[in-house]
């Protein structure tokens, strides 16, 4: 049985990650659904990547700023971008 912290973290069992394609990185749909909290993992790493451009683009704008994108990421991002990255290759080598 896997246990709640006090941050409402909780730890995936490997083998429940591993049928799930689920990795360090992967990002997923958490909902409650018939009273059950549903865990769900994103299916293409490129449309997370497209959706996360989108909302930094729009919060550029709503913000006032007006910087192009030029395909480079802030540090952060392009974190986070690298790691949907390596998940979804680990995930397509099994």
């Known amino acids: 049985m896997t246990k709640v912290d006090s941050k409402g973290r909780i730890v995936l069992p490997q083998e429940v990650?591993?049928?799930?394609?689920?990795?360090?990185?992967?990002e997923v749909e958490v909902r409650e659904e018939d009273g059950k909290a549903v865990v769900e993992p994103e299916d293409d790493p490129e449309e997370i990547i497209d959706r996360m451009e989108k909302l930094v683009g729009e919060?550029?704008?709503e913000r006032g700023e007006t910087t192009p994108f030029d395909g480079g990421a802030r540090p952060t991002a392009q974190k986070h971008r690298d790691a949907i990255r390596r998940g979804a290759e680990r995930n397509g080598d099994e």
């Open 17 to 26: 990650r591993k049928r799930l394609g689920i990795s360090p990185g992967s």
């Open 59 to 61: 919060t550029s704008v």
